[in-house]
């Protein structure tokens, strides 16, 4: 029996102890905040023992592992805590705001002989294992483009909802590095790492904030494929659009929205392409995934991350979004948001 302890109290939070109590071999035993008040609500939602102390909640003998739902620009400092306190920590995305801050968690887990593992739990699904089955095996022939397109909504309320939201130091940007970060990690996990990349970002709908609304990049890929990134808080729609994934080549494409193949076709049909047309074939007008609604996720999908990692405990291997997989799209991030403060200028990443 894996024993958690959660560190924030907010929306998020709830996405983990659901996830928590659904697992077997998993049990929610803390939850620490700042605001008492808050941690009083949670434990008493969620059947755990609240913490206002920090240092009480990370040397408690009753918690095993950390997972941590604090503003992004401020999860190196609790996770170095709780490293040092011989927890293992799973890290609500992104691990962090610059590549140089993930760099110094995963040297402050390595030397404590922790695990550090990430949450992006589109890797999870079984449509995204099959779209990387389909890569490494060929099928697309030479692939031409990769591309993901994020058009979400956010009303001007959810920035107000937290002085956090919308600030470089703590968000580290915006609709790129907030909302779009889930699919960007995906793109990298089923086509490899970007070598370039040019961007343009900009503020349309909103008020107030610090950080992009829309946010456009050209990429290319270290195996020579090109592609595009557009994400964006600023695209309203009633239920939210799905956010896609485009791979198209001289034998194939495919477009995955959210976890369900909106196009799934090959110049060589195999047998089992009408079967994962019908399994994981998108149904019409399907709502895309917290598009227009933060809240509107399904837990299990943090479910699968979760196993994911105590199954690597249980076998002394690594999680699949261990601190260097989590890393790669920061480092992308970081070279987009560089490209756009310089102009368009080419960025390595």
């Known amino acids: 029996m894996y024993r958690f ?6 929306m998020i939070a709830d996405f983990h102890a659901q996830a928590i109590h659904a697992i077997p071999n998993a049990e929610l035993t803390g939850i620490y905040s700042r605001s008492i008040d808050k941690a ?10 609240p913490y ?3 240092m009480s909640f990370i040397t408690s003998p009753e918690i095993d592992i950390i997972t941590i739902c604090t503003p992004s620009g401020f999860h190196l400092e609790p996770i170095s805590a709780a490293a040092k306190a011989r927890k293992h920590i799973i890290c609500e995305k992104p691990l962090e705001v610059t590549a140089e801050r993930v760099d110094e968690m ?7 002989k922790v ?5 992006f739990p589109r890797r999870f699904n079984a449509s995204s294992q099959l779209l990387k089955q389909a890569i490494n095996a060929g099928r697309f022939g030479n692939i031409a483009m990769a591309d993901a397109y994020i058009k979400w909504w956010r009303t001007q309320e959810y920035y107000e909802s937290g002085a956090w939201r919308g600030t470089w130091q703590l968000d580290g940007g915006g609709a790129l590095m907030n909302q779009s970060i889930h699919t960007i990690d995906l793109l990298l996990y089923v086509m490899g790492d970007v070598k370039s990349v040019r961007a343009e970002t900009r503020l349309v709908a909103h008020d107030g904030i610090e950080v992009e609304d829309v946010g456009i990049a050209m990429l290319e890929f270290k195996n020579g494929a090109l592609g595009v990134i557009q994400g964006s808080t600023a695209c309203w729609s009633k239920s939210g659009h799905p956010a896609e994934i485009q791979i198209t080549g001289s034998k194939g494409s495919v477009f995955m929205s959210d976890d369900k193949f909106r196009v799934w076709e090959f110049a060589e049909e195999s047998e089992e392409d009408k079967e994962i047309r019908c399994k994981y074939g998108l149904s019409e007008n399907e709502a895309g995934a917290g598009a227009a609604d933060p809240s509107a996720i399904d837990f299990v999908w943090h479910q699968r991350n979760f196993e994911d990692v105590l199954n690597a405990l249980d076998n002394g291997t690594k999680p699949l979004v261990d ?11 970081n070279a987009i948001y560089r490209s756009a403060k310089n102009g368009g200028e080419k960025e390595l990443v």
């Not at 302890?5 to 907010?10: D, N």
């Not at 695990?115 to 949450?119: D, E, T, V």
């Open 5 to 10: 302890g959660i560190v924030g109290a907010g």
């Open 40 to 49: 009083n609500g949670f434990s008493k939602k969620h059947s755990c023992t």
């Open 52 to 54: 206002d102390d920090y």
């Open 106 to 112: 995963i040297a402050v887990c390595a030397q404590n």
């Open 115 to 119: 695990m550090l593992a990430g949450i």
């Open 323 to 333: 601190g260097f997989e989590g890393r790669r799209s920061i480092a992308l991030l």
